[in-house]
């Protein structure tokens, strides 16, 4: 992660040795995620919202719904936009300042999982054709780290997306106007879902923690959705996996 | 932010504002100390529908090292809103009004803390506006001097901070969001009760002197219900039966 702390070769070595037992440090099975907290409408103000715990990691996303123009090349489908930040206090070694690749990935990674699995049936989402969209933006702000924000990333803004009512718009005079009172559901077709592993060594682990992920030589993000598809993938790292 | 159609009364004839509180009222607030597992010290408030999160590191290493002084510890404070923190989705990027605010707020909190103690080392203080509902920089740096407190950096008090402001033709305390928009004045006072020192005071809006001190005395009087909280906070972490 961006957040690379040093983690001093012996407690490298100590996770590694405990893996050839068997064990992990926290005391887990190798297929087993840490605790999963999640709270829906965290932020009332926003559109929708969740703060997500897992293990010690914690995100806050929200989301905010306007009208936007769409894309160019899409002019029949709504947009959907997923950040990602790490707040300077989630971890003594952020530093202020744009993202770097890093988070960029994470963000990417992040938006790519509710993409492809079109979670967002986004061809709803269109005031008028080519001319005016309904833009969904979904900003994750992680609050603390320890390990795995992918995952951690991911549950928030699917909750939060879950849980968001969206205004309505409609045309006037080629403007897009929001009609009063009214609140839609956000047009769902699936729930995905991401599972991160690691490997350290020949060991594979679910849901790394911050010691285990600064130890692992690689790692592989898989979103599946609700029927069991796989709709994205992500290999990190500078090792690399066998196929089995 | 942005001009509304709607018109709105901020003072009914029962002397009771738009809000449902009297004159001197201020908002529901509470304040929690720490929270946050990886930063040293850490302090959230709810004020009104505000909510933010702060963060401390320090005293620690100064980088980029030119910025250390030889003769003393430096505070440099971030203040940052979330993207849907506020009605209309905002950049990520630090806005002028927040760099503004992150000055202003670490020159109110500077002659609290005993930065002489630690010379060449910096104190960092991360401010993260989750939701706003005006009055965000009081609410922020009441909340920073508690974090700073829960870091155990040495302070000669804490600063507590409420506005006062001007709506109706009355002086009130504790200038909501719709107030401050529609209303006349607002005043942000951050105030030391134990040494009697006012370290942030601004104003926008009209006053005239007398009104001006009268808005002086109001403000004080609810930085002292603030700096109750703060005390509370701490000791409800330090010896109450909540977590250690």
Redesign the interface.
């Known amino acids: 992660m961006a957040t690379t702390s040093v983690i001093d070769e012996l407690k490298k070595s100590q996770i590694l040795e405990l893996l050839e037992q068997g064990k992990r440090v926290d005391g887990r099975a190798f297929d087993e995620p840490r605790k999963l907290v999640i709270e829906p409408n965290?932020?009332?103000?926003?559109n929708g919202?969740a703060r997500v715990r897992l293990g010690?990691s914690e995100v806050?996303c929200?989301?905010?719904i306007?009208p936007d123009r769409p894309f160019p090349d899409m002019g029949d489908k709504g947009i959907f936009i997923c950040?990602a930040?790490l707040?300077?206090?989630?971890?003594?070694s952020v530093e202020?300042g744009?993202p770097g690749p890093d988070v960029i990935e994470l963000a990417r990674v992040v938006d790519r999982g509710i993409r492809e699995s079109h979670m967002i049936d986004l061809s709803q989402l269109v005031i008028e054709k080519n001319k005016s969209v309904v833009g969904v933006?979904a900003?994750n702000?992680v609050?603390?780290?320890?390990g795995n924000l992918f995952d951690t990333c991911a549950y928030a803004a699917t909750a939060a997306i879950l849980s968001s009512k969206t205004p309505k718009w409609e045309m006037k005079n080629d403007v897009p106007t929001l009609i009063e009172g009214v609140e839609l559901d956000i047009p769902i077709t699936t729930i995905p879902v991401s599972v991160t592993m690691g490997k350290i060594g020949n060991h594979i682990i679910v849901d790394p923690n911050g010691d285990e992920w600064d130890s692992m030589e690689a790692r592989i993000t898989i979103t599946t959705d609700s029927n069991g598809n796989i709709c994205a993938l992500q290999k990190g790292g500078n090792g690399g996996f066998t196929f089995d | 932010m942005g001009g509304r159609d709607t018109e709105i009364v901020l003072l009914d004839e029962n002397g009771i504002r738009c809000d449902g509180r009297k004159v001197d009222e201020p908002r529901r607030i509470m304040i929690k100390a720490g929270g946050l597992k990886n930063a040293d010290g850490s302090a959230y408030i709810e004020f009104g529908d505000n909510k933010i999160l702060v963060g401390v590191f320090g005293p620690r290493d100064v980088h980029p090292k030119h910025m250390s002084n030889t003769d003393t510890g430096i505070l440099r404070v971030r203040y940052h809103m979330e993207p849907f923190s506020v009605t209309e989705r905002k950049n990520p990027a630090p806005s002028r009004r927040e760099i503004e605010i992150s000055k202003v707020i670490k020159e109110a909190l500077e002659p609290a803390i005993m930065l002489d103690k630690f010379p060449r080392t910096a104190v960092d203080v991360y401010i993260e506006v989750l939701q706003a509902d005006g009055g965000t920089r009081c609410a922020a740096l009441s909340a920073a001097s508690v974090a700073l407190a829960d870091a155990g950096i040495p302070m000669r008090d804490m600063v507590a901070a409420c506005a006062a402001g001007k709506a109706a033709d009355t002086i009130i305390l504790d200038v909501n969001n719709e107030e401050d928009q529609a209303g006349q004045a607002d005043m942000p006072i951050g105030y030391m009760p134990s040494t009697d020192k006012i370290t942030l005071l601004q104003l926008d809006g009209v006053l005239t002197p007398e009104e001006f001190k009268k808005c002086v005395e109001t403000g004080i009087k609810g930085c002292k219900i603030v700096y109750e909280l703060q005390k509370k906070a701490l000791t409800d972490k330090y010896f109450g039966n909540g977590e250690k």
């Not at chain 1, 965290?42 to 926003?46: G, L, R, T």
């Not at chain 1, 707040?87 to 003594?92: A, K, M, V």
């Not at chain 1, 609050?143 to 320890?146: H, K, L, N």
Request: negative net charge.
């Open positions: 965290a932020i009332p103000k926003a919202s010690d806050i929200g989301i905010k306007q950040t930040e707040l300077p206090f989630s971890h003594p202020t744009p933006f900003d702000v609050v603390d780290y320890d």
